[in-house]
């Protein structure tokens, strides 16, 4: 690849792109087993563990696997699992369900899924793997062959208009023999390498579901550490998917979020506001009246499964982890695929000395890992028929055991949207008193931080639509599925509807649902400046 900059270049066996559960899992067990094999994870946030946000409920076998003692060390945020409820809300009252046999959670344990990754990067470093955080891989290196030979870390240092400031520093080329991809859910570089080399030619489009988590403290005495309730209905009306988590964490803390599935259909759904409206209800409102928000936070998570698993693997790379889509959507877990597929990416390398990742992706889909994935993957696509069916359905594919011989089909979430007036679900909310009051406060919890003279690292590409035909066919729905107000139509006589698209980069959580759910594909999420973003605090 010609670049006009002369840049420093650093050379690796294998350069690992994002240092979550995935990631670390590899380059510890590659160090494990080829101890003299070179490794590098570069991570964009500023400290490992600030961009990593989840549930988190683990099940602990892979973790036993890879580091046998940790449990006589643990994370720091680790709380053994006691009991499980779910309940189905209506406006103002719930009725408790039977718990589906994947949501046992007896033997698991809840996690900060940041503080442990925090805790599994100097794991890593003891053997030997150099970690450097706030470095932000831009792009992948690809040779006229069409071999991926590493990664370029984003430049430092350029203003808003594109010149270069006193501090600007041309990004470091990192090559290696192999590129892992563990970027997460809607990686940048995966999302560009796909498309590149049609990896996904043979799958279903994958799917997507936002998550919105914050961490409260509340009177203790409210509190059963080890407790997970798991709720679904209210708020959501029985065409969107959406569900509930509340974990009982130590010290009289609570975790909690809502998660929307992000092929939802109507153009005026706000998944913040569903968040903060479930918080209003009596079951969840009397556990946090009194208290207050720690930390808060939003991520984008792939659903997609077994029907959309692209191939995972070209010559120089391969994916692991949510990058490659290996969350269990009925469990509402993906750390515990994560750090399984790490191991087996690690054991591939290991087996060719690091130099080789065709063969990976065969491999992974004749392991524990694909058989998973399999035999759950009509559940989430049934709730696209509506709530009871998708109940139904879920109880039909969890009794078979997935032995359905058919597979339902998956569909990009950015064409689900009904155009305005098409559809009008009775929302049925309510007056709301617990905080956030707004999502600029949301944005405050998330302690995000950008430079706000860089480059705008949310690219539109014809921002004339925003204008025209996005106002008069949805009403600019940007403005409502970011969980940051990153997104905003001021006024502008100039315009044709008196109002232009205006980005409040600065805002960005890093979740990436303008990313997928934007209905013309025009919104691109590109890295900004490494260490910017959110600082997430045992989220």
């Not at 988190?56 to 680790?78: F, H, K, Q, S, Y």
């Not at 998570?301 to 949510?322: M, N, R």
Request: aromatic content about 8%; charged content about 20%.
């Amino acid at each position: 690849m010609m670049d006009a900059i002369e840049r420093d270049v650093m050379e690796f066996d294998v350069v690992v792109v994002g240092a979550g559960p995935a990631g670390l899992s590899f380059a510890i067990h590659l160090k494990q087993l080829k101890p003299d094999i070179s490794v590098c994870v570069l991570e964009k946030g500023a400290t490992v563990g600030a961009h990593i946000l989840s549930g988190a409920v683990i099940e602990p076998g892979p973790l036993d696997t890879l580091l046998p003692g940790w449990r006589d060390n643990p994370p720091p945020v680790c709380v053994p699992a006691k009991e499980d409820e779910f309940w189905l809300l209506s406006k103002q009252g719930q009725r408790k369900l039977p718990l589906p046999p994947g949501m046992h959670n007896e033997g698991n344990f809840i996690v900060s899924l940041g503080a442990m990754c925090a805790w599994l990067a100097p794991q890593a470093e003891a053997l030997g793997v150099e970690v450097f955080a706030g470095f932000a891989a831009s792009e992948a290196l690809v040779d006229d062959s069409g071999r991926v030979i590493g990664v370029r870390i984003g430049d430092m240092g350029i203003a808003k208009d594109g010149s270069h400031k006193p501090s600007y520093t041309a990004g470091i080329d990192i090559h290696a023999k192999v590129t892992v991809l563990a970027e997460g859910a809607r990686g940048s570089i995966s999302k560009q390498l796909v498309k590149q080399f049609k990896l996904d030619a043979d799958c279903d489009p994958q799917s997507y579901s936002i998550g919105i988590k914050e961490l409260w403290q509340v009177d203790a005495s409210r509190v059963t550490p080890g407790k997970i309730v798991h709720t679904l209905g209210w708020p959501a009306d029985n065409a969107t998917y959406a569900g509930s988590f509340i974990y009982h964490l130590e010290g009289g803390r609570v975790a909690l979020g809502y998660v929307s599935g992000l092929d939802y259909q109507d153009p005026e759904y706000k998944p913040w506001e569903a968040f903060q409206q479930w918080k209003a209800h009596p079951l969840v409102a009397s556990l946090l009246e009194g208290g207050s928000i720690v930390s808060a936070g939003a991520r984008a998570i792939v659903t997609g499964g077994y029907q959309s698993l692209p191939k995972t693997e070209l010559p120089g790379a391969l994916f692991i982890g949510d990058c490659a889509g290996l969350l269990n959507v009925p469990k509402v877990k993906g750390t515990h695929q994560a750090i399984r597929s790490g191991m087996l990416a690690a054991k591939h390398l290991a087996e060719s000395n690091g130099e080789n990742a065709i063969g990976f992706d065969a491999k992974l889909r004749n392991s524990e890992i694909y058989a998973e994935l399999k035999q759950v993957r009509n559940i989430k696509p049934g709730f696209k028929k509506g709530f009871w069916f998708g109940m139904f359905n879920a109880a039909w594919e969890t009794v078979t055991r997935g032995a359905s011989p058919w597979t339902l089909k998956q569909k990009a979430d950015w064409n689900t949207l009904d155009r305005l007036g098409t559809a009008e679900p009775k929302r049925d909310y309510v007056s709301r008193t617990l905080a956030p009051r707004d999502r600029l406060q949301g944005v405050y919890f998330a302690a995000t931080s950008h430079d706000e003279d860089q480059p705008i690292h949310l690219k539109v590409a014809d921002t004339d639509i925003c204008a025209t035909r996005c106002v008069e066919e949805y009403d600019n729905p940007c403005t409502r599925f970011c969980p940051a107000a990153v997104y905003e139509m001021v006024s502008d006589e100039s315009q044709p509807h008196g109002k232009r698209l205006q980005i409040n980069a600065a805002n960005c959580v890093h979740c990436k649902t303008c990313d997928i759910k934007d209905p013309y594909e025009i919104i691109t999420w590109t890295t900004p400046e490494g260490g910017s973003g959110p600082n997430y605090q045992n989220l």
